[in-house]
């Protein structure tokens, strides 16, 4: 079962979708279970001074996930829906101006270094024909110490709304170098597409690493690659029971199992919402449904635990992906869109979901969607005395059409 939007079009759910003091919950949530995954979790929030922030605030941006491999470990965040006040309201007739907020597309990029958020200048004037326009709800990967940017949505241009340009943002350089966006002559194949995800391969098959799988709304028995020493699109076959159209859903790599590619929730054009979990093989290109999904009243009675259907997650692995951590989200209920500040793990082996942190838990965010979700470098594999810990960073988002956040979480995930 999946739970149902009827009144919202595809339009209408992306626009409703978007979206150093240290203080630690006291609350703990742990998950304790025999021959399963044994994880705890905890909010830590990073209280930055307003230059340390992303700024204007924003939902919907596109993450751009560190290399561990590579020589520049730093997060990025490029564009996104941003807010400000409007100073403007009541100055005049004008219907925007009565609105408290005003909201638009951005293409600027921010890096998260020395614990804050810093603006990266690039080489590219805003003129320069390379320079990414203005977006969210884009998909980005890296490789070869290259980020890879696809697609999007630019809300504010009608004549050119959805997109199908790719950029690259090469990461090798010196600190002293400015990064340099240049866009590829290659395009998205089947077209301008938003609401999709981008995930970067890795396998113990060398032939396999250096591709991008994106996976879009029109993807069914297949799967686009983008190798990306040849700069170009293959178009790999699927097998099995594959994900439903869909956008807004999230993914990620799974390299202790294979390195397959984990898919979580999403909506279709209808609003429809899922909770379903899927894992494409890339060594066989076969799907698989891992969990079939379902409300959480169903689910309780069968004896199951899992979150409600979403759109607009964040899905992150941990532990070199013998599971996976799923934040946030909004789910259809009657009146509108309820966003989640719940936190998640799946057990790739035993197929179970487990509720670390609910939205509820003491100094947790305020519920959102459109947010973004980061490993931090420093985080996977780092042992302490509990074991080993898993460091994410979670920043931005929104609850539709209420508020808009610039805070700066660490979501702490460690082994019991």
Sequence with gaps: ??????????????????????????TVVDALSTNKLSYKAEWIHLDLEPHQRISPRRSGAVPIPTDPKGSRRYPLVFGG?????????DSDNDSS???????????DLWEWKNNAWNKVETANDDSSSDMPA????????????????????????PNNMFLDSIHKLKLDVSQEVALRWEELATRIPDGPVSRHVAVALKSTNKKKNGKILVHTHRCQDYVWLFDATTETFTKQPTTGPC????????????????????VFGGASQ?????????????????????????????ASAAGKTCPTPRAGPCLCTVNGGDGVIMYGGAEAVDGGLKPH???????????????????????????????????????????????????????????????????????????N
């Excluded at 203005?134 to 241009?157: H, I, K, M, Q, T």
């Excluded at 439903?244 to 990620?252: E, P, Q, T």
Aim: charged share 20%; hydrophobic share 40%; glycine share 10%.
């Design 134 to 157: 203005p977006r969210l709800v884009g998909a980005a990967a890296v490789v070869n110490e290259a980020a890879y940017l696809f697609g999007g949505w630019n809300s504010d241009d």
């Design 81 to 89: 829906y941003a807010e400000v006040d409007n100073t403007s309201i």
């Design 270 to 298: 209808d609003g429809t919402m899922s909770n379903q979990v899927f894992r494409l093989d890339i060594e066989t290109w076969e799907w698989q449904e891992l969990f079939a999904g379902g409300d959480s009243t169903s």
């Design 243 to 262: 994900p439903s159209a869909r956008g807004l859903h999230a993914a990620c790599s799974a390299p202790a199992r294979g390195g397959g590619v984990i």
């Design 341 to 415: 500040g719940d936190v998640w793990l799946f057990d790739l082996e035993n197929l179970e979901w487990t509720c670390l942190l609910p939205s509820t838990a003491v100094g947790a965010p305020p519920p959102r969607n459109a947010a973004v979700l980061f490993g931090l470098p420093q985080g996977p594999g780092k042992e302490d005395e509990q074991g080993s810990i898993s460091d994410f960073l979670m920043a931005a988002g929104w609850a539709p059409f209420r508020e808009t956040w610039d805070d700066t979480y660490i979501l702490r995930v460690s082994k």
């Design 1 to 26: 079962m999946k739970s149902s939007f009827s009144c919202c079009g595809p339009f209408v759910i992306m626009v409703t979708l978007l979206g150093l003091s240290v203080c630690i919950s006291s």
């Design 97 to 107: 101006s009565k609105q408290p907020f005003h909201r638009y597309v951005v293409n």
